[in-house]
Every structure is written in C-alpha cells, then in structure tokens.
C-alpha cells in the first residue's frame, strides 16, 4: 500500500517511528513533513498529504499532531478526504468499517508510541462494511459537491474516499426538470430516475484515471433491470459529460 504521512512539531517523533513501522510491513511511505521538532503551522504539512490522497496519488493518508484535532480538521477540507481522529483500536476499527475512514489522525501527546502503532494497525486492516455506511457516506460527500463552485475546486478522484457526490458538470446538483439524478463515489455511479436506478461499478484504483465499469451493448440487456434495456445510449449520454471533470476511463465488458 502506498501512504502519504505528515505531521506538525509535535508529531514529529512519531512520525519518524511510524514510518519505519509501516516500512517493516511492505508498505511504500512518502513523508511530506515536517523534519523536526522545530515549531511550525500544521496545515502547511498537512493539507499537501491530504491533496495527494484526494488527487489519488496514495491510498491512505496518515497525519500527527499534538492532539490530532487540527490535523483532521485540515485534512476534511479537501474533497474525497475522510480523516478520522482516533484514540484507541475501537476507533480505529470502525473509522474503517463504518466510515471508510481514508486518512488517520493521531494525538502524539494523548497516546503512546505502542497505542498509536496499534491503532495504525487495525486502521490499516480493517475492511469496510459498506451497506448501509455506503449510503450515509454518499450522503456527506453529495452535500460537499453541491456547495463547490465549479470543477476547479476538485482536487482528484473522491476517495475515498469519497470520494459519493451528486453530478452535473458544474460540480452542482442536477436540474429536476432532466427527471434524474446522479450519486458518484469511489465505488459507484448509481443513476436514478424515481424509484428506478442503475448502478456501475468504479474501481478504486487510486490512479488517474479512475475506471468505470460499463456493461457493453451485447450485455447491456442481460445486466440491466427491463426498464432501462432499450435506453442505454441515452443513459450514457446523461451520465459521461456529468462525469468528465472527474478524468475517468470508460470501459466495456
């Protein structure tokens, strides 16, 4: 797994200890600071690990201060970020299960050096539970789309998270009057008309540019509820220019 790291002066010892923790398990670590224990501002360290795991550039994000409070504050700014401040394995464990939690924060002043291996630990291999935690990230991350400006604002893929958001091409949500609507995550676009809707899967390969499953027009009517058999070229039609400020690739199977 390839993990961005950072921390303020305060977390500067166990950020060094952690990422020769993380090294001895086969993971690839890139540190973006901060280099001693000389007083800095945080957000000038973290906010850039939380850009390159939003750009996809990572798959996790791992941040330290004194608290942790800050740290994950900053990095909840930035699009598809979701930091999780925790404390123990219990809240290491469902940051992942429940919230899909891609980026950690730790308190270096609150927590042992041993508690805080631990903890990354369990973040790092507990599996997401998805169901109904997929639904209520979908719903966080579609407000935060709804309130962006434009595509410039758009710092990468939603990673995750959630990176789930509702789509139009100026980053807002779409017209009522075009009767649909969109949900966009790291893990799906579901298009939904009323009651109907029809799911695709994307695959999180935290590359650019992100992979969108589209079932071919050979399997098109086999894979697709009857309503939506005979409409799949103005089905795409709607969804890929909503999409387009995301950079992602379309393929057939």
Same mark, same amino acid.
């Given at each position: 797994m390839k993990i961005a790291i950072g921390s303020d002066h305060a977390g500067f010892k166990y950020k060094e200890k952690i990422k020769w923790f993380l090294a001895e398990r086969g993971h690839t670590v890139d540190d973006f600071g901060t280099d001693s224990e000389e007083p800095v501002d945080y957000p000038l360290f973290i906010l850039p690990v939380a850009k390159a795991l939003s750009r996809g550039t990572y798959h996790r994000g791992i941040v330290l201060g004194g608290s942790g409070n800050g740290e994950a504050i900053a990095?909840?700014?930035i699009p598809g970020i979701r930091c999780a401040l925790c404390w123990n394995i219990e809240t290491a464990r469902l940051a992942r299960s429940h919230n899909d939690a891609n980026m950690l924060s730790l308190g270096a002043r609150l927590i042992s050096i041993e508690q805080a291996m631990e903890i990354v630990d369990t973040w790092l291999n507990t599996p997401f539970d998805a169901g109904r935690h997929l639904r209520r990230i979908g719903q966080i991350d579609q407000e935060t789309c709804a309130d962006r400006d434009g595509p410039e604002s758009h710092e990468g893929p939603p990673r995750p998270p959630g990176k789930t958001m509702a789509a139009e091409g100026s980053g807002k949500r779409t017209k009522k009057s075009e009767n649909y609507d969109l949900l966009i995550s790291f893990r799906s676009i579901k298009y939904m008309e009323g009651k109907n809707s029809l799911e695709?899967?994307? @695959?999180?390969?935290?590359? +650019?540019?992100?992979?969108?499953?589209?079932?071919?027009? =050979?399997?098109?009517?086999?894979?697709?509820?009857?309503?939506?058999?005979?409409?799949?070229?103005?089905?795409? @039609?709607?969804?890929?220019? +909503?999409?387009?400020?995301?950079?992602?690739?379309?393929? =057939?199977?």
């Open positions: 990095a909840n700014r695709f899967e994307v @695959e999180p390969s935290m590359k +650019k540019p992100t992979v969108v499953h589209v079932p071919s027009p =050979e399997s098109w009517k086999a894979e697709v509820p009857a309503w939506a058999t005979d409409r799949r070229t103005e089905i795409l @039609e709607r969804i890929k220019p +909503k999409c387009s400020h995301l950079d992602w690739e379309w393929k =057939e199977h």
